[in-house]
């Protein structure tokens, strides 16, 4: 389960599905899904999205990427889908974020980049 969390944390960017972990680690989809959440808490696609929206907290405090540039990097196809998510995880916008002068500090979310 370690080795999967690594392998999520080094493609977070990337499109990663259960059905593709399962094949890379070569393991039944629902005994990984329960595996992961039994060990790290999160469901793979929490995971994902909380790897995803550390990154975009970064990539908005420190640095001038549009925030559609910003979801693209990050493994988001849409913007509604990434302001959804990252308001889930923050409570705000990723827009309000930048501007309300936030300080990235990973610890903010749940698990370090």
């Given amino acids: 389960i370690y080795n999967i969390a690594d392998y999520i944390s080094d ?3 990337e499109s990663i599905s259960l059905d593709g972990l399962a094949g890379v680690f070569y393991l039944s989809k629902f005994y990984l899904s329960r ?3 039994e060990v790290t808490g999160y469901s ?3 995971y994902i999205n909380i790897h995803r929206v550390q990154k ?3 990539y908005l405090t420190e640095t001038d990427l549009s925030i559609s540039e910003i979801a693209g ?3 988001f196809g849409s913007m ?3 302001e959804k998510i990252f308001k889930t995880y923050t409570t705000m916008t990723p827009l309000k974020y930048r501007k309300s002068g936030h300080i ?3 610890s903010e979310l749940p698990i370090n980049p």
Avoid: C, V
Wanted: no cysteine; hydrophobic share 45%.
């Fill in 11 to 13: 493609h977070y960017a």
């Fill in 35 to 37: 595996s992961f959440k």
């Fill in 44 to 46: 793979i696609n929490e």
């Fill in 56 to 58: 975009a907290q970064w």
């Fill in 73 to 75: 990097r990050i493994g």
């Fill in 80 to 82: 509604t889908h990434f």
């Fill in 104 to 106: 990235f500090a990973p």
